[in-house]
C-alpha cells in the first residue's frame, strides 16, 4: 500500500477516535514520515579507561536506556532517541 495513502486512511480514523477521547487527555497524531536514514547523529556509550572490565555490555545498554536517552530526550528539538547495541 502507497505510503501516503495508508497515512491518509489512518489519519480519518484519527479524526474519528478524537471525538472518543475524554476532554483533557490529548488529542490523536501520527508522527512524520520517517526512516533510519533520517537520524543525524551517532554516538557510542563506552566506559571510561581503566574501567573497561567493570561494565558489561547489558550494563552499557542499561545505561544508555535509562540515563542518557532520558537526558537526550528532554532536549528541545529531539524528536526520538533510536537505541543500537548491547545483547
Request: charge should be negative; proline fraction near 6%; aromatic fraction near 10%.
Amino acid at each position: 500500500m502507497d505510503v501516503y495513502l495508508a497515512r491518509q486512511l489512518v489519519g480519518e480514523y484519527l479524526k474519528e477516535a478524537e471525538s472518543n477521547i475524554p476532554a483533557g487527555l490529548g488529542t490523536p497524531e501520527m508522527a512524520p514520515i520517517s526512516t533510519g536514514l533520517g537520524e543525524i547523529y551517532q554516538y557510542v556509550v563506552r566506559p571510561e579507561e581503566g574501567y573497561e572490565d567493570k561494565f558489561t555490555p547489558t550494563d552499557l545498554r542499561t545505561i544508555q536506556d535509562w540515563i542518557v536517552r532520558r537526558q537526550l530526550s528532554g532536549i528541545e528539538g529531539v524528536v526520538e532517541v533510536n537505541t543500537m547495541g548491547g545483547f
